[in-house]
């Protein structure tokens, strides 16, 4: 019976991005009408544990068959991510490659820059320190810095603040571990950064939002979380309830 419960659930959520803890528990009265709240309880607790759903935000699950974003860092982004860690360990920070997003995009791109957020407090004094051992480093370029001088430039270095309790993971590459965006960040970056992603916009931007939210497991408590941090979490979640129709 367990097993045909966990077919079962498979076959009736598949293709729904977002099912409610309400939603679920009516799936198990179609079978069992008098089954206990507290033994649902159990329930969830037992297919949260196998593996076949997953929380997405409080009361809000999804199948657990799409995987985690872990996308590799270029041979640039290792290096400078380990000059970085040999020059300023112990410093917060994040790295990330603008190359990544041709993999959710419809139109690829030949620009590629890697982004080095660092804590705000040290930005400045990094950006000195580093700049004599990286070549085409830009500290927060604007719209018009980005066409004029960026866009041209070969794989350039674009140094910015660290927005506190950013949404970051680790990355082995090469026996060293890195801090890389978690997904969730990545597109609220894209969202709120027009004067570097702006090449991202419109269209485009909806159909990386999309690919994101079809291909990899999203965690929406943690994209609401940092989208609240950078001030746009209303904003953000009315794109991806309207453009998107994603549960939030």
């Known amino acids: 019976m367990v097993n045909f419960y966990e077919r079962s659930i498979k076959e009736r959520f598949q293709g729904i991005r977002t099912f409610s803890r309400g939603e679920l528990y009516n799936f198990y009265l179609d079978y069992e009408p008098d089954l206990k709240a507290s033994t649902f309880g159990w329930r969830v607790y037992d297919l949260r544990q196998k593996g076949i759903i997953r929380i997405v935000s409080k009361g809000v699950y999804t199948l657990s068959s799409k995987p985690q974003y872990m996308p590799n860092l270029s041979e640039k982004g290792g290096k400078i991510a380990r000059l970085f860690l040999r020059k300023l360990s112990g410093s917060d920070y994040c790295i990330s490659e603008t190359a990544w997003l041709n993999e ?37 370029p604007s719209e018009k810095e980005m066409k004029i001088y960026v866009l041209e430039k070969e794989e350039p270095v674009i140094m910015k603040p660290l927005i506190s309790r950013s949404p970051i993971q680790k990355k082995k590459d090469k026996n ?37 939210f079809d291909r990899y497991a999203i965690n929406i408590s943690r994209l609401q979380n940092y989208a609240k941090r950078r001030g746009k979490a209303p904003e953000i979640e009315e794109f991806i309830s309207q453009e998107l129709a994603a549960s939030i």
């Open 176 to 212: 060293q571990t890195i801090n890389i965006p978690h997904l969730e960040k990545l597109l609220v970056d894209i969202y709120c950064e027009r004067q570097i992603y702006f090449f991202y916009s419109g269209a485009e931007l909806k159909n990386i939002f999309n690919n994101a």
């Open 104 to 140: 959710l995009s419809t139109h690829q791109t030949s620009f590629s820059a890697i982004i080095l957020e660092i804590e705000k407090d040290l930005l400045e004094s990094a950006f000195f320190f580093l700049k004599t051992e990286i070549k085409d480093l830009y500290l927060q």
